[in-house]
Each structure stands twice: as structure tokens, then as C-alpha cells.
């Protein structure tokens, strides 16, 4: 494959700023999607193969993010997919409400992506007696689609600046950025695809072409394994489950897995959007501005995030 920095420079210098500024799939053409499309970088390599540098669990959410993953897809996985749908069921916020589902128990990538922080939260603070993470931000804030409200930018809203769940946390000071390449269980990926679809969804391991785990980052990862809602509307072929993501490069290889092939690897982040979430302690209190009067709610992209993968 060529290299990166003059097709991207094609590609932005044939776009108007706006539209290279702020990317929507739906609007350019496969060559162009070729144009930004890059090798997965080299992985790092150290003096001693025994010693890789340490990443500390302290101060990151990524523990109770697979607990609550563990929780929905034993609890509720599998019970159907619809565009239509919010949560597989209600949700208490602590003591100060209901977040109320939306024909449960099917439901969509996006409002899984919530459910997943919501079911979170509630492990979190059952565990730690800390409940903050309800005080951070209100309840309404899981409910409403303004520039203000953090499920406007879980929805994705390019207006926002929000290309997935990871602006999300970044927008309301509650995570950081992480590239792929550095990304371990428990953080947030966004993806764009080829067939101009996508999908948010909660990263869990590297995979190698035969869909076999990889303990980190090397050389034989063509994509990553993922929880998320998606495929069919009966239950039993969609809802909360799991799959298995190949970049467009590797095409469709064969694996005992169900497979979301098409998928590109960018380091841009409005085609390959990726980041983590910090512990409540390190939560900045940092919230987006109302904006201008103009600025619209979000309204969910439903031929974007139509559910389907591969295998489906």
C-alpha cells in the first residue's frame, strides 16, 4: 500500500476545508477512502523482549467497563437488535430517577455504549460506596441529544465534535485519547467502514487472521474483538454479543467467529475513532458550552449505524 502523507494530502487538498475538516463518510468516494486508509504502524519494539512498559490500572475505568460487559451479556445478551430501541431495560440513576428503555429488551450500538457506562456506574459504586459517577452529570443528561447532554455525543454529532463514544468522555473531561495500537480492554472504538456503514462499540483484545487473541499489539493483529448490539431483531441472532473486526486490507478471512469485516484502519480519528475512560476521581469537570443557537440536537443516523455485520 502507498504511503500515507501524500494520498492524505491529495485527499484534503481536493476536498473543501469543511468537508476535510469535518468528515462524513457518506460524502466521498472509495478512492478517496483508499486515500486515508494506512498500514497499522509497526509494533514498538524494546531493548529486552521480556519488558514492555507498564500501563497502570490505576486511575482508568476499563475494570468496570468489562464488568458491566460481563453483566449485560450474561443478563441481557442476545434478546434482539432494532435501530429504534434504547436499553434492554430501565435503568435506575441512583437515587435520583429512572432512565427510562425504549421498546426493551432490543436495543442499538449506541444506546449500548450508555448502557454499558450506566451498568458501570452502578458496579462501581456498589463496589467503592462512591457514588459521584450519579453527581457528576445529571440524569437528563442520558436522556437529552444538546450539545450539553453527554448522550448527544454518544450518538455521534460532528457538529458536537464527537465521532464516538471516546469525544464523548473526552468532551465531558471524563477520558483521554488512546490510539489503536495502544488500546486495552475496557476502552471505546468507533469505526467507520468501507461499505459506509458503522458502529460503536467497547474494544476487548487484538486478533491475529484466524481470530486467535493476542495478548497485545504485534505484528499478526488484522483487527480486534468487540461487544456491542447488533445483527437480527429475533432474539437470538442480535442484541448484546460479541465480534470479531478485520481491518479492509486482511479482506474476510475465515474464523470460527462472527465476523464485522470492512472496516478501516485510520489514524484519523473521524474515521477510526479510539479512546479510554479515566476513574470518577480524575474527572475534570470540564463540560462543553452551550454553542450558538443554531447548533441542532443530535438526530441518530440510523442507515449509519444499521446493525449489521459480516455474519448477520
Known amino acids: 500500500m502507498v504511503k500515507t502523507p501524500l494520498f492524505l494530502a491529495l485527499l484534503l487538498g481536493s476536498l473543501p476545508p469543511a468537508a476535510a475538516a469535518e468528515f462524513t463518510l ?7 477512502v483508499a486515500a486515508v486508509e494506512t498500514e497499522l504502524p509497526a509494533p514498538a519494539h524494546f531493548l529486552s523482549p521480556l519488558r514492555t512498559p507498564d500501563v497502570a490500572d490505576a486511575g482508568y475505568f476499563n475494570r468496570y467497563i468489562l464488568k458491566a460487559v460481563d453483566r449485560l451479556y450474561a443478563e ?19 437515587t435520583y430517577g429512572v432512565i427510562k428503555a425504549r421498546r426493551p429488551p432490543l436495543t442499538m450500538c449506541v ?23 450519579f453527581t457528576y452529570l445529571p440524569q437528563r443528561s442520558y436522556e437529552r441529544l444538546s450539545v450539553t447532554d453527554i448522550k448527544g455525543h454518544i450518538w455521534v454529532n460532528h457538529e458536537f465534535k464527537a465521532y464516538g463514544t471516546a469525544d464523548a468522555l473526552i468532551n465531558f473531561g471524563m477520558g483521554e485519547r488512546r490510539l489503536f495500537e495502544r488500546l486495552r480492554p475496557g476502552d471505546f472504538v468507533n469505526i467507520n467502514r468501507t461499505t459506509r456503514t458503522g458502529h460503536a462499540v467497547v474494544f ?3 486478533i491475529d487472521v484466524k481470530g486467535r487473541i493476542q495478548p497485545s499489539y504485534n505484528d499478526s493483529v488484522v483487527g480486534f474483538k468487540y461487544f456491542s448490539s447488533q445483527g437480527g431483531r429475533a432474539a ?23 465476523r464485522d469485516c470492512d472496516v478501516i484502519y485510520s489514524q484519523r480519528q473521524d ?8 476513574m470518577p476521581e480524575r474527572w475534570t469537570g470540564v463540560f462543553p458550552s452551550p ?3 443554531a447548533l441542532k440536537e443530535t438526530v441518530l443516523n440510523a442507515r449509519f449505524f444499521d446493525g449489521r455485520t459480516t455474519d448477520d
Request: contains cysteine.
Open 111 to 133: 444506546a449500548a455504549m450508555m448502557e454499558v457506562l450506566l451498568t458501570a456506574y452502578d458496579i462501581y459504586a456498589a463496589e467503592t460506596g462512591d457514588y459521584s459517577v
Open 76 to 94: 441481557y445478551g442476545l434478546l434482539g437488535y432494532d435501530i429504534n430501541s434504547i436499553l434492554t431495560h430501565d435503568i435506575p440513576y441512583h
Open 271 to 278: 474515521y477510526l475513532n479510539t479512546g479510554t475512560m479515566w
Open 236 to 258: 437470538g441472532t442480535g442484541g448484546f454479543d460479541y465480534r470479531y473486526a478485520v481491518f479492509s486490507k486482511f479482506g474476510c478471512p475465515e474464523m470460527p467467529y462472527k
Open 204 to 206: 476487548l483484545n487484538y
Open 26 to 32: 457518506g460524502r466521498v468516494s472509495a478512492a478517496e
Open 291 to 293: 454553542g450558538p443557537a
